[in-house]
C-alpha cells in the first residue's frame, strides 16, 4: 500500500467557495476566530485563569457563556462585574445566571 500525503483541502479551493467571513483577530498569538476550545485540567491547574486571560487578550467577544459549578468563585465574580459594566456602558450587556 502506498503512502498518500494529507493535503489541507481548504488550501486548494477556489476563492468562490472559500465566503467573504473576514475574522477579527487582535492578537496573533491568541487562537484564531473562529475557534472551539476546551480547557480541561485538575482542580487548581489554572482553567479559569488561561479562560480568563483568552478572553482578555483576544478581547473580540459578543458573548460570553460561562457555564460553573460555582459561579461565586472570585475570577468568575470579576468576569461578571467587567462585562456588566462594559455592557451598561455600551448598552449590549445581557446577563443570565
Known amino acids: 500500500m502506498s503512502k498518500s500525503k494529507v493535503i489541507n483541502m481548504y488550501q486548494s479551493l477556489p476563492k ?8 477579527y483577530n487582535p492578537n496573533s498569538e491568541a487562537p484564531q ?3 472551539r476550545i ?3 485540567g485538575a482542580s487548581g491547574s489554572g482553567k479559569s485563569n ?8 483576544m478581547g473580540c467577544f459578543d458573548k460570553i457563556y460561562l457555564y460553573a459549578k460555582k459561579i ?4 468568575y465574580l470579576f ?19
Not at 50 to 57: C, S
Open 16 to 23: 468562490k467557495y472559500l465566503g467573504h467571513a473576514k475574522y
Open 33 to 35: 476566530h473562529p475557534a
Open 72 to 75: 461565586d468563585e472570585p475570577l
Open 79 to 97: 468576569l461578571i462585574d467587567t462585562y456588566q459594566k462594559l455592557g451598561k456602558k455600551h448598552n449590549e450587556f445581557n446577563c443570565i445566571f
Open 50 to 57: 488561561l479562560a480568563l486571560n483568552l478572553i482578555r487578550e
Open 38 to 40: 476546551l480547557i480541561c
